[in-house]
T-cell receptor, first 111, second 114 residues
């Protein structure tokens, strides 16, 4: 039973436009959510996170929105750049800090 | 760069042989983790450690053991490798980035079990 779901395996966006990556979760006990970016042959790198007590967190071009009632979060990248092309993972944890990851969404930003 | 190295970076082994992967950190972090990444599964937690000699199982711990005799080193052992353990293995440490709690990941070890 997958507790963190990224239902879109891939997404293509034009350079300069907004990229929106989505993530759904089933466990209402999750209290912290994170987004990671991963390039081929490298480890995941942390992008941004959000606590369950907030509904938005912004860091430069990256904004994460959390809708607790819908058990949904999204990552917005504005404007998208070719260097943003990577696999994006959504992750969540409950207190003990064991992360549960989604399967990832491959973002392609087209110049 | 969170000061995490993994060795070896690539390994090919045969079914039934023991394999040990090493994760080394220079940050003196208490929490360390081992994950595996497979197509269609994202990253899954194998084992984690919350201090020297303190470890616990994750989601996919069967067939794996870990040891942590020093703060800086976390070892993952496949006692008898199987083809289903062909994967990319990532080590991580718990830390903070810009005031946000996160995990930092190593570069990964690509393991092929023939």
């Amino acid at each position: 039973d997958q507790q963190v779901k990224q239902n879109s395996p891939s997404l293509s966006v034009q350079e300069g436009r907004i990229s929106i990556l989505n993530c759904d979760y089933t466990n209402s006990m999750f209290d912290y959510f994170l987004w990671y970016k991963k390039y081929p042959a490298e480890g995941p790198t942390f992008l941004i996170s959000i606590s369950s007590i907030k509904d938005k967190n912004e860091d430069g071009r990256f904004t994460v929105f959390l809708n607790k009632s819908a058990k949904h979060l999204s990552l917005h990248i504005v404007p998208s750049q070719p260097g943003d092309s990577a696999v994006y993972f959504c992750a969540a944890h409950i207190g003990s800090y064991q992360l549960t990851f989604g399967k990832g969404t491959k973002l392609s930003v087209i110049p | 760069d969170a000061g995490i190295t993994q060795s070896p970076r690539h390994k090919v082994t045969e079914t039934g042989t023991p394999v040990t992967l090493r994760c080394h950190q220079t940050e003196n972090h208490r929490y360390m983790y081992w994950y595996r990444q497979d197509p269609g599964h994202g990253l899954r937690l194998i084992h984690y450690s919350y201090g020297v000699k303190d470890t616990d199982k994750g989601e996919v711990s069967d067939g794996y053991s870990v040891s942590r005799s020093k703060t800086e080193d976390f070892l993952l052992t496949l006692e008898s490798a199987t083809s289903s353990q062909t994967s990319v293995y990532f080590c991580a440490i718990r830390g903070t980035s810009g005031g946000q709690e996160t995990q930092y990941f190593g570069p990964g070890t690509r393991l092929l079990v023939l």
